[in-house]
């Protein structure tokens, strides 16, 4: 027998950083990273997108989907826009950035979690008969606000795991470089709270494996972003 999702504390934050990560993945009508600064629109647009027809209102009882779905299903689904959106962002953002160190992450950036996407992509297929993650439900999004009540709002983490909001608030900033890290390093740290969910709760031993992957390659990241961020500010990096 498969271990089903488990509605415990942990994993709880997890249907939270899954249901955010959803959100994010039906609002964007253009594919971001295919854009320059000069073709994206505001980050106020972005949230105006959000906020009408992001979520799907389908047929659900409300929680059974989430009691149903396997935690390896959930995790995956969570990963998959999650990647999209800072591939997005580090791919409009390689050519505007000044630091050669955050150029070269940002190619990291996109190499590897592209990769890894069509990892997760093959796995999914494999395990659960398709590679595209599942939509959002009002269900889901009520289980994000209870379950996360010390995290930030609703809006907050749907700002983070949405590709178009990234690309739009980084276009939108004064200073490139930093706004890039700024934008980095909570992205980067939502992924690494659910990695460390996963390794406990992953039911295929390559899930563990590409979780525990993701905690190193983003952490390390996290530590050079908050490196060049003192350098360049004297200032420490905003909590993630």
Not at 17 to 45: H, I, K, N, R, Y
Not at 129 to 141: I, T
Request: one cysteine or more; a negative charge.
């Amino acid at each position: 027998m498969q271990t089903k999702f488990r509605m415990g504390v942990r994993g709880l934050i997890v249907a939270g950083v899954f249901s955010a990560s959803m959100l994010g993945a039906t609002t964007v009508a253009q594919t971001p990273e295919t854009l320059g600064c000069d073709q994206v629109g505001t980050p106020a647009a972005a949230m105006d997108s959000m906020d009408h027809g992001s979520m799907d209102n389908g047929d659900a009882t409300p929680g059974m989907e989430m009691q149903q779905v396997e935690f390896d299903q959930m995790y995956i689904d969570m990963m998959l826009p999650h990647h999209d959106s800072i591939v997005a962002l580090a791919q409009v953002a390689m050519p505007l950035l000044e630091d050669p160190r955050l150029q070269e992450i940002a190619q990291i950036i996109i190499d590897t979690q592209t990769a890894e996407q069509a990892e997760l992509e093959a796995l999914r297929a494999e395990w659960y008969g398709s590679p595209d993650p599942a939509p959002m439900d009002d269900a889901m999004m009520s289980m994000m606000m209870e379950a996360m009540p010390g995290m930030g709002s609703a809006e907050e983490q749907m700002q983070i795991m949405d590709a178009q909001w990234q690309v739009q608030t980084f276009c939108a900033a004064e200073d490139y470089d930093l706004a890039f890290i700024d934008q980095t390093i909570p992205h980067h740290q939502m992924a690494i709270d659910a990695s460390e969910i996963a390794l406990d709760q992953a039911v295929h031993p390559e899930l563990a494996a590409i979780a525990q992957e993701v905690i190193d390659a983003q952490q390390a990241e996290i530590d050079e972003l908050e490196t060049i961020r003192a350098e360049l500010t004297g200032e420490a990096s905003p909590a993630a």
